[in-house]
Antibody, heavy 116, light 107 residues
């Protein structure tokens, strides 16, 4: 139901744009979020976009460098990542979120590697 | 930021035994807490939301409890497919935060 793309290898200071295509559920009824997981580490929420309320949130670790956007007509979520750092290396998951229900569904993830 | 702390970090359990996982919040999150299971190479899967409500398709051997700052996930009789890492997550306030995870391994 959620399919991420756009991951890859990039040098420190570089940029990447992740995309997430949603199918089988109504995009506008969820807040769409990005969660990342560094190699061998736990889960970290990155950003969220609620198209219905036009509400956007960012983790402190990415604020000012990452920009989340969405295209409800195409059921697509994006994450523009600029000024990438080595510590941004992670699998990035796209997911749906509803207050009171938690995070579901999840995409399969896309790997972002930041290295020189 | 609400800090979520899970214990233990690793839990060694024999198949068929009961597993009890703990999660503590640094401030009250009411019942705005979910549990997720993650297996190697896979995305997390939601098990429990609202502290105690099983998600669709989740077996009855998984149960959640707690409110405020103390929460528990219990797996009543561990099956082979239950050996995985489990995360708690609060959604009472932004930023959404996860615990560090509990790895349930075969004893």
């Amino acid at each position: 139901q959620l399919l991420e793309s756009g991951g890859g290898l990039v040098q420190p200071g570089g940029s990447l744009r992740l995309s997430c295509a949603a199918s089988g559920f109504t995009f506008n009824t969820y807040a769409m979020i990005w969660v990342r997981q560094a190699p061998g580490k736990g889960l970290e929420w990155v950003s969220s976009l609620d198209v219905g309320s036009n509400s956007i949130h960012y983790a402190d670790s990415v604020r000012g460098r990452f920009t989340v956007s969405g295209d409800s007509s195409r059921n697509t979520l994006h994450l523009q990542m600029n000024s990438l750092r080595v510590e941004d290396t992670a699998v990035y998951y796209c997911a749906g979120y509803k207050y009171r229900y938690g995070i579901d569904p999840w995409g399969q993830g896309t790997l972002v590697s930041v290295s020189s | 930021e609400i800090v979520m702390t899970q214990s233990p970090a690793t839990l060694s359990v024999s198949p068929g035994e009961r597993a009890t996982l703990s999660c503590r919040a640094s401030q009250s999150v009411n019942i705005d807490l979910a549990w997720y299971q993650q297996k190697p190479g896979q995305a997390p899967r939601r098990l429990i939301y609202g502290s105690a409500t099983r998600a669709t398709g989740i077996p009855a051997r998984f149960s959640g409890s707690g409110s405020g700052t103390e929460f528990t996930l219990t797996i009543s009789s561990l099956q082979a497919e239950d050996f995985a890492v489990y995360y708690c997550q609060q959604y009472n306030d932004w930023p959404l935060t996860f615990g560090g995870g509990t790895k349930v391994e075969i004893k």
